[in-house]
Nanobody, 120 residues
Framework: QVQLVESGGGLVQPGESLTLTCVAS????????LGWWRQTPGQQRELVAR???????EYGAFVKDRFTISNGDAKNAVTLQMNSLTSEDTAKYYC??????????????WGPGTQVTVDS
């Protein structure tokens, strides 16, 4: 049993920055991958950035060096620094977990989502 706690969403103007944090909490689990996907109404979720415990990172093509994903202060946490935001970045952002949970085996989980709105 793992909970994904998301924070950092909000309203910003174009060109500004925002930081999202996701913390996976629970007992007896190993998070192999933590990352962020985003979704706008009527669209599929798309990868923003993800980080594995082995250190591999992957970004969505739209990122264009604007975003950086890194380990958070907590062991099972990830921070996404988003810079140079535009209105096209407006979406609901979801933290995603991939790992092993004791008693359940391999699991993929989604957080509840946090809204990011970029509007002038």
């Amino acid at each position: 049993q793992v909970q994904l706690v998301e924070s950092g969403g909000g309203l910003v103007q174009p060109g500004e920055s925002l930081t999202l944090t996701c913390v996976a909490s629970g007992t007896n689990f190993i998070a192999n991958t933590l990352g962020w996907w985003r979704q706008t109404p009527g669209q599929q979720r798309e990868l923003v950035a993800r980080l594995t415990q082995g250190g591999a990172v992957e970004y969505g093509a739209f990122v264009k060096d604007r975003f950086t994903i890194s380990n958070g202060d907590a062991k099972n946490a990830v921070t996404l620094q988003m810079n140079s935001l535009t209105s096209e970045d407006t979406a609901k952002y979801y933290c995603a977990f991939q790992g092993v949970i004791s008693g359940y085996g391999f699991q993929e989980l989604w957080g509840p989502g946090t809204q990011v709105t970029v509007d002038s």
